[in-house]
């Protein structure tokens, strides 16, 4: 078994990779882009792919799941990761004299509290997470730092300046693993959709009622801007599934009557969402 991701060794991706395989052999593969992931799993190149679709401090993960809209490919597992961030440096190094820090765009927004503390520290994007970190190993300029995991800095053998400097403390991330071929048709406890209307009045109301109708519920509702239609709206929709498939078949065949696009992206288990038994929330950091 063959798993794609988005980065390089290190990222927190690898970490949904090893939880979706579980005990079973697998290799993985990193790609620059999600959207090189994506053609990956297309191309046949891997088996399944690993997206991040939704932080439990930034929100949706938008770059990601767009991607999906138009796919047949179907989400297999949802996995969480909890993610602490930590500050990463080549050698040892006090704050003050810490120029740039680099990371993902994600993880640099959830750990933009901390960040704004010290004036001195020019923030900037990078690819993924562990790459940043390997950049910073790699740098002759020892007064640029990373964000990644502590994982990544072990892996990388660097330095970490501080642990858990998300805003944040139970900062999660939710992953979707997606494979292109699926003989199962089972319905299982999650389901997801992306849905297009005509955008008449009462259009994504009347969407509602259908589920509410058949005695279905909705877990998770996003709309995303329809690319060749300007100010037109498709939505993911996340529904939870009962033990009876009739209620989903027949709120599908009148969605299907009621809607322009429907795509089910998938059906799966609920993922379980880590515990953070006695993390609390710093109200301060003390870093100064």
């Not at 994600?106 to 010290?118: N, W």
């Not at 300046?161 to 939710?174: A, F, G, V, Y």
């Not at 880590?274 to 109200?283: D, F, K, L, R, T």
Request: with cysteine; glycine share 4%.
């Amino acid at each position: 078994m063959k798993i794609g991701y988005q980065g390089v060794e290190g990222s927190y991706s690898t970490l949904a990779c090893a939880a979706f395989a579980g005990s079973e052999k697998y290799t993985t593969e990193g790609y620059m882009t999600f959207k090189l992931l994506v053609e990956a799993l297309l191309n046949d190149d891997v088996d399944y792919i690993a997206l991040p679709v939704e932080n439990s401090t930034s929100g949706p993960i938008t770059r990601t799941i767009d991607l999906m809209k138009y796919l047949d490919v179907k989400a297999v597992r949802e996995v969480y990761v909890k993610i602490d961030h930590a500050l990463i440096s080549k050698k040892t190094i006090a704050l003050d004299q810490v120029t740039e820090v680099y990371s993902h765009p994600e993880a640099l927004e959830q750990c933009y509290t901390y960040l704004s503390q010290y004036p001195n520290i020019e923030v900037k994007e990078y690819s993924d997470t562990a790459g940043a970190v390997h950049m910073v190993k790699e740098s002759e300029d020892d007064t640029i730092a990373s964000i990644a995991g502590s994982h990544a800095a072990e892996l990388y053998g660097m330095n970490v300046i501080r642990e858990n400097i998300s805003d944040n403390p139970l900062n999660t991330t939710r992953f979707l693993i997606f494979t292109k071929e699926l003989s199962e048709k089972t319905l299982h406890e999650k389901t997801s959709l992306y849905i297009e209307s005509d955008h008449s009045t009462g259009s994504l109301s009347d969407i509602l009622d259908i589920f509410k109708s058949h005695n279905i519920n909705l877990l998770y509702l996003m709309s995303r801007p329809i690319q060749n239609k300007p100010f037109s709206y498709g939505f993911f929709i996340d529904i939870e599934n009962d033990v009876d498939r009739a209620n989903f078949d027949a709120a599908l065949s009148v969605l299907k009557k009621e809607t322009s696009y429907i795509n089910i992206l998938g059906s799966y288990e609920k993922g379980q969402i880590p515990e953070y038994e006695g993390v609390i929330q710093n109200e301060k950091y003390t870093d100064r």
